[in-house]
């Protein structure tokens, strides 16, 4: 059987995979933003249609914007995790066991969606509108898998 040492040693070792693996999309994320800056189109895309069409085009400096919401989305979040301040009606406990796991979990996940955006933005790959949808409806489900699992532990 496992001790509680063990299990701490394990979700420790769970976090910092988390972490190394989105500090690394979060770089991937910045070198894309930063080929495309340096010698990329004039030019990327802001936004597209359901269909993956473009619609609308800006500078290419705004895709600057893309690491650096990467980067608050995941200091945020390791920012939750250590500091539960939740001001919801659930008890305190229950707030320190239950989002934060949870939102670790999902953090590359979602870190992924920015990172594909921005593969798309600088046209490096081609738009299609069901890889984002599929990653998000996939944070939502293992969100709310994570959540119930440690309310019942």
Same mark, same amino acid.
């Given at each position: #059987?496992?001790?509680?040492?063990?299990?701490?040693?394990?979700? %420790?070792?769970? %976090?910092? *995979?988390?972490?190394?693996?989105?500090?690394?999309?979060?770089?991937?994320?910045?070198?894309?933003?930063?080929?495309?800056?340096?010698?990329?189109?004039?030019?990327?895309?802001?936004?597209?249609?359901?269909?993956?069409?473009?619609?609308?085009?800006?500078?290419?400096?705004?895709?600057?914007?893309?690491?650096?919401?990467?980067?608050?989305?995941?200091?945020?979040?390791? %920012?939750?995790?250590?500091?539960?301040?939740?001001?919801?009606?659930?008890?305190? $406990?229950?707030?320190?066991?239950? %989002?934060? $796991?949870?939102?670790?979990?999902? #953090?590359?996940?979602?870190?992924?969606?920015?990172?594909?955006?921005?593969?798309?933005?600088? $046209?490096?790959?081609? #738009?299609?509108?069901?890889?984002?949808?599929?990653?998000?409806?996939?944070?939502?489900?293992?969100? #709310?898998? *994570?959540?119930? $699992?440690?309310?019942?532990?």
């Amino acid at each position: #059987m496992f001790t509680k040492t063990d299990s701490s040693n394990i979700n %420790n070792n769970h %976090n910092m *995979k988390s972490k190394i693996l989105s500090l690394a999309i979060i770089i991937a994320i910045t070198v894309i933003a930063l080929y495309c800056v340096l010698s990329g189109p004039e030019t990327i895309i802001l936004h597209w249609n359901i269909g993956g069409e473009a619609e609308s085009y800006g500078s290419k400096y705004l895709i600057l914007a893309l690491p650096v919401i990467s980067l608050i989305i995941f200091l945020l979040i390791v %920012n939750q995790e250590k500091h539960p301040y939740d001001t919801s009606l659930m008890s305190e $406990k229950s707030r320190r066991n239950r %989002n934060p $796991k949870a939102l670790r979990d999902i #953090m590359p996940i979602l870190l992924l969606v920015i990172l594909y955006l921005t593969a798309c933005s600088v $046209k490096l790959i081609i #738009m299609s509108s069901i890889v984002p949808f599929s990653l998000i409806i996939i944070a939502i489900i293992l969100f #709310m898998y *994570k959540s119930r $699992k440690s309310t019942k532990l």
